[in-house]
């Protein structure tokens, strides 16, 4: 599937400034990206369209999905991304800082109750050694594709120790075919 077929996909803006449901778009997601689990179209096509240029090279139509089971160490020290430090940020903002801001949000009052995610990251192993076709790397071995906010907040919960969090969280794992890598961005 190239660019302009995929931009035919986009969910519609509605006269109401909202766009269009995941219902109503999930039927064309679906059959353009059979590969994708629900919740993966849902979480990162859907949410993040007008963001998919960031990845669009990698060859959505030719990804796999599977769920995996990490450890917290395996989270903390597997896991790139190219805001890292930011995240931590975010994570000692609302764990040390208490930040109001972050404190009264949905997701982190989610987290203080459930010491996980609502969703699970979407993460692409980069067995390949991937590079953005600017020539940026990704991140070795497991870049963050999708859940910014929730790898932020979960670091925190694990680097501060906070207690009742658990040993182990899902995640989705991503893997590319590396013969569906476009070098045209």
Known sequence: MNREEFEKLKPKEL???EIEPFSEVVPRLRKAL???PECVLEQ?????FN???DYWWLGLDGLSFKKEIWSNQEILKK???NMLDTQDYWGDQLLIEKEPIRL???LAKFFAKNRTWPKLIIILHNEHELKRPNGLELYRPYHLLEGHMRLAYMRGYIRHSIPQTPQTHEVWV???NPEM???VW
């Open 34 to 36: 059979p590969n994708f």
């Open 51 to 53: 963001q998919i240029d």
């Open 104 to 106: 009264t949000t949905w």
């Open 79 to 81: 896991i790139g991304s």
């Open 181 to 183: 890598i476009s070098d």
């Open 174 to 176: 991503t893997t590319c």
């Open 44 to 48: 990162w096509i859907y949410r993040h």
């Open 15 to 17: 006269p109401t400034l």
